[in-house]
């Protein structure tokens, strides 16, 4: 079942992967990157807490886990998570990286129960249009399709936009760490 749910976040691009091999000890990473991170601490007013460095979480020398602090009520970088585990392989840093939006199983799950739930509606009510030719059914059914189309359709974009932004940016960040 987990597998399942892993390749249905991954089509949906709230999973994404990416491995890097460098030439830099793990210690010498750990001491770059450390410079970025702050200790997460789960804080109410995240918001209102501003500080100079880019990630929050903790990086030991063989696993790390990452986010974006909360800049803005705004922006939506905070939205996931980067979980990596570093393992020296011939001589190189090999760094295997999970990117992923914040509680991928629960937010898929809520995603489809919701989807389920007005679609179902929507369908009865078209049905009804269909069985007993009142307009009601009509009106109901479409406007239910599209309130769900807009209304699910933006949040799972914003976690796709979310996630792609920081595979990306963390992907770079440590490109130039080895320099």
Same mark, same amino acid.
Request: charge should be positive.
């Given at each position: 079942m987990k597998k399942l749910f892993k390749k249905i976040l991954k089509r949906l691009? +709230?999973?994404?992967?990416?491995t890097l091999e460098l030439s830099i000890s793990q210690q010498t990473l750990v001491d770059k990157l450390s410079k970025n991170v702050d200790d997460y601490q789960p804080d109410l007013f995240d918001i209102f807490t501003f500080n100079k460095k880019e990630y929050k979480g903790f990086i030991r020398p063989d696993k790390f886990e990452l986010k974006r602090? !909360?800049? =803005? +009520?705004? &922006?939506?970088?905070?939205?996931a998570e @980067?979980?990596? !585990?570093? !393992?020296i392989d011939d001589n190189k840093l090999a760094i295997s990286t999970e990117i992923r939006c914040i509680q991928p199983y629960m937010t898929l799950i809520?995603?489809? +129960?919701t989807a389920s739930?007005?679609?179902?509606? @929507?369908?009865?009510g078209v049905i009804s249009f269909f069985a007993g030719g009142e307009t009601d059914g009509l009106y109901v059914g479409l406007a239910l399709?599209?309130?769900? &189309?807009?209304f699910l359709g933006l949040p799972l974009l914003v976690l #796709?936009? =979310?996630v #792609? &932004?920081?595979?990306?940016? /963390?992907?770079?960040? +440590? #490109? !130039? /760490?080895r320099e």
């Open positions: 691009g +709230l999973i994404d992967n990416f602090p !909360k800049s =803005s +009520l705004i &922006t939506f970088d905070h939205l @980067a979980i990596g !585990k570093m !393992k809520g995603f489809g +129960l739930i007005f679609t179902s509606i @929507a369908i009865f399709l599209i309130f769900e &189309t807009i #796709r936009w =979310s #792609r &932004t920081l595979s990306w940016d /963390l992907e770079q960040d +440590l #490109r !130039k /760490l």
